[in-house]
């Protein structure tokens, strides 16, 4: 009979985010590995998914971390696994790794993107817990946040079997209520309709719901997008200098190049650090407290 594996701690009700951090100290350069790259303007070269990087040295430490972007791997400054990496390295699979344990690689690099789409929701579902708008519905995003890092606790064979996308679609619902219930605050203090026009209002009102909208390249500097949505948005290359995203739900938005310097994301409802890691910035852009300054900011 096979033991029970020993339960990793909850400490994420309190927004304790820091197991939802990438500590590459405590992998084995899972991300370097595992997934696939193509030669483009974010790698200089391609990359099967099972095939080490060149630059990763037998110590599982980048060899060129300090030079990445000058290199042309400007890519992996953006990625940010959510902590994923130590878990399967550590947790999922016991300390073992690929190079002293090769039967372990094949499903160890199945399991890493995977357990990085879980964590990526415990690090929204945690996030909701802290807005106090969330009280009528924080039993449930507690009860799923739970189920969530059960699914994240697994023994290997049971993280590969897990339906993310079934699962991810149970805790959208909430992340979307969330929103609503953070965001109304925002709309309501503007008459509740969006203001002198809002979505259905007359010509050059604010438009609260911008989902999905195709902003690439767009001119948005000084913009009022506070208590927006723009979840999905492509802002790719966008101009958002000095503009306010203070409580904007900005999950899935594409900040590729877009231009963030001086710009107020105070607030901003489900930024991650990969998309801030996209952008560009400067020491004047507002950056929520569970997120850091990109080193390249400074550089750029």
Known sequence: MTPEREPVALPLLDDDRAALRADCGSCSGLCCVALTFSKSSDFPVNKDAGKPCGNLAEDFRCGIHRDLRDKGYRGCTVFDCFGAGQRVSQGTFEGRDWRRDPATARQMFEVFPLMRQIHELLWYLTEALTHPQTRPIAADL???????????????????????????????????????????????????????GGKSGGRGGKKWDRRGADLIGARLKGADLKGVDLRGAYLIGADLRDADLRAADLIGVDFRDADLRGADLTGALFLTQSQVNAAKGDDRTKLPDALHRPGHWSQD
């Open 142 to 196: 507690k009860r799923v946040l739970a189920e969530t890092e059960r699914l994240a606790q697994g023994s290997p064979d049971a993280v590969a079997g897990t339906d993310v996308a079934a699962h991810r679609q149970v805790v959208n619902l909430l992340l979307l209520r969330t929103s609503e219930l953070v965001r109304a605050e925002h709309r309501g203090r503007s008459g509740g309709k969006g203001g002198k």
